[in-house]
């Protein structure tokens, strides 16, 4: 692993932090030492924390945190003990998908930056659905999906959605928020979700080019929420990234159904 000498502190100190791949220290004639970022040039106050410097790389270069990289403890195990995703290195190119197990570790390489392998999804989603269920009424609705990465760079999305109701007044149908996980930085895909209606779910699934395709793995109710109780559900989201276009279905069962289409949707990226 490299690693630079950290020019601030009295005596030489090993400087280990991944993000020192990314950055050069430099003094600047006033004496006061700079984190300079290698790939755009700007620069940061230099010491203490390096969380400044790793929001920098996910949020204008979308680089994150290698995989298996080992905090500098000296012990190959992650320090804070956090439940982190690993990452791959910067040098891993997501274009094509490619499994990620045989890389080369080589964190000084920038030239070929990583992107994240749920970039395409990043955005606010808006348009409008149609929805059927057998025993139900057709319906319409108008949705918005808010989708963006972790600021510090941990590989995970936040995830927050909600639908309205055109007939009513748009006012609030249903809501869901929570996480997009991207464990491995691969291809697998887990998106973790909490409804106001007292529902709690995981679904786990795959990416392939630019779909996801999720299958619920875990659905867990308070105590006073309402049945019929959705027993099992897939959703399959799809962005074109040509037009801008999000389209999704979602399918479920319940209690008392088989598994039937229930949901579908086109959304624009308006930002
Ligand atoms: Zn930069």
């Known amino acids: 692993m490299a690693t630079v000498l950290d020019l601030k502190m009295g005596e030489p100190r090993l400087k280990t932090s991944w993000v020192w791949a990314y950055f050069d220290v430099k003094t600047l004639?006033?004496?006061?030492?700079?984190?300079?970022?290698?790939?755009?040039?700007?620069?940061?106050?230099?010491?203490?924390?390096?969380?400044?410097?790793?929001?920098?790389?996910?949020?204008?270069?979308?680089?994150f945190r290698p995989e298996n990289y080992n905090n500098g403890n000296g012990n190959g195990k992650r320090s804070s003990g956090e439940q982190q995703p690993p990452i791959p290195p910067p040098q891993q190119s997501y274009s094509n998908h490619s499994n990620t197990?045989?890389?080369?570790?080589?964190?000084?390489?920038?030239?070929?930056?990583?992107?994240?392998?749920l970039e395409f999804l990043f955005g606010t989603w808006r348009g409008q659905g149609k929805g059927k269920f057998t025993g139900i009424n057709d319906?319409?609705?108008?949705?918005?999906?808010?989708?963006?990465?972790?600021?510090?760079?941990?590989?995970?999305?936040?995830?927050?959605?909600?639908?309205?109701?055109?007939?009513?007044?748009?006012?609030?149908?249903?809501?869901?928020?929570?996480?997009?996980?991207?464990?491995?930085?691969?291809?697998?895909?887990?998106?973790?979700?909490?409804?106001?209606?007292?529902?709690?779910?995981?679904?786990?699934?795959?990416?392939e080019g630019t779909t996801v395709s999720l299958r619920s793995t875990n659905i867990a109710r308070s105590s006073t929420a309402k049945p019929p109780h959705v027993t099992?559900?897939?959703?399959?989201?799809?962005?074109?990234?040509?037009?801008?276009?999000?389209?999704?279905?979602?399918?479920?069962?319940?209690?008392?159904?088989?598994?039937?289409d229930h949901l579908f949707a086109t959304l624009i990226k308006v930002s």
């Open 232 to 260: 099992e559900y897939t959703r399959v989201l799809s962005v074109n990234t040509d037009t801008n276009q999000l389209t999704y279905t979602f399918s479920m069962s319940t209690q008392e159904k088989p598994m039937e």
């Open 139 to 207: 319906f319409v609705y108008g949705e918005e999906i808010q989708i963006s990465p972790d600021e510090a760079g941990r590989g995970w999305l936040y995830y927050r959605q909600r639908t309205w109701n055109p007939a009513r007044n748009d006012m609030n149908f249903h809501s869901e928020s929570g996480y997009i996980r991207c464990p491995g930085m691969g291809s697998k895909v887990e998106l973790v979700l909490a409804q106001p209606t007292g529902i709690a779910s995981v679904e786990e699934g795959q990416i």
């Open 29 to 63: 004639p006033d004496g006061e030492t700079v984190a300079c970022c290698k790939t755009c040039g700007k620069t940061f106050k230099h010491g203490g924390s390096t969380s400044n410097l790793i929001n920098h790389l996910a949020k204008t270069h979308k680089v």
């Open 101 to 117: 197990a045989n890389y080369a570790l080589d964190p000084l390489s920038i030239n070929n930056l990583t992107l994240h392998p």
